[in-house]
């Protein structure tokens, strides 16, 4: 399957908390993205990182990328029940589209 | 002022009806895509159109045609709808074709086929 996998699951933490989100992927990439989506909507972009890009931030996000280990992590500081929502990556292969992930689903408790 | 728009936000319909999803962006980009979101929220593409253009049909069944009117419109046509067809769809556009550029995503149709 062409399709990356993220890591975990699913994430509860408590507000405050940072929340760490993992994905990996299996083939050579172009950039890889990392979007949004609040249950019942679309995906919202947050933040797109190029393949010789090791590390991007953007408030309080930090991606990081490791081309060798084919691998990305997403870092949401002091999160807050507002960022509750599930995480994809997406990774463009050359291939004129974007692979997307199955997605970490975090949750924030207040 | 809605960047994506998609109409209906649902659909329920009985297996074997054909139906029809319309997009429409204001973004002035070049390039839209259809997306299938299953029940475990895996999001696969469907299809692209670049300037009124089909670049990419994953395997589809025929049974879906997509039209692209003009670059600013792409709907998502149905037929023989089955059961399987079930899901969430979701419209998006980016400023040009290829993965390096952000992609703006509608609020998705809600199909529920019976």
């Known amino acids: 399957s062409q399709q990356g996998e993220e890591d975990p699951q699913a994430l509860s933490i408590q507000e405050g908390e940072n929340a760490t989100m993992n994905c990996s992927y299996k083939?050579?990439?172009?950039?890889l993205q990392w979007y949004r989506q609040n249950s019942g909507r679309g995906l919202v972009h947050l933040i797109l990182?190029?393949?010789?890009?090791r590390e991007k931030h953007s408030g309080r996000l930090r991606v990081t990328l490791d081309t060798s280990k084919k691998s990305s992590s997403l870092l949401i500081t002091a999160s807050r029940a507002a960022d509750t929502a599930s995480y994809f990556c997406a990774t463009d292969q050359y291939g004129n589209k974007l692979v997307f992930g199955a997605g970490t689903i975090l949750r924030v408790k207040s | 002022d809605t960047a994506v728009s998609q109409t209906p936000k649902y659909l329920v319909t009985q297996m074997g009806n054909d139906k029809s999803i319309k997009c429409e962006q204001n973004l002035g980009h070049d390039t839209m895509y259809w997306y299938k979101q299953d029940s475990k929220k895996f999001l696969k593409i469907m299809f692209s159109y670049n300037n009124k253009e089909l670049i990419i049909n994953e395997t589809v069944p025929n049974r879906f045609s997509p039209k692209s009117p003009d670059k600013a419109h792409l709907n998502l046509h149905i037929n023989s709808l089955e059961l399987g067809d079930s899901a969430v769809y979701f419209c998006?556009?980016?400023?040009?074709?290829?993965?390096?550029?952000?992609?703006?995503f509608g609020p998705g149709t809600r199909l529920t086929v019976l």
């Open positions: 083939t050579s990439i172009n950039n």
């Open positions: 998006a556009s980016s400023l040009r074709l290829a993965g390096g550029y952000e992609q703006f």
């Open positions: 990182i190029r393949s010789n890009e």
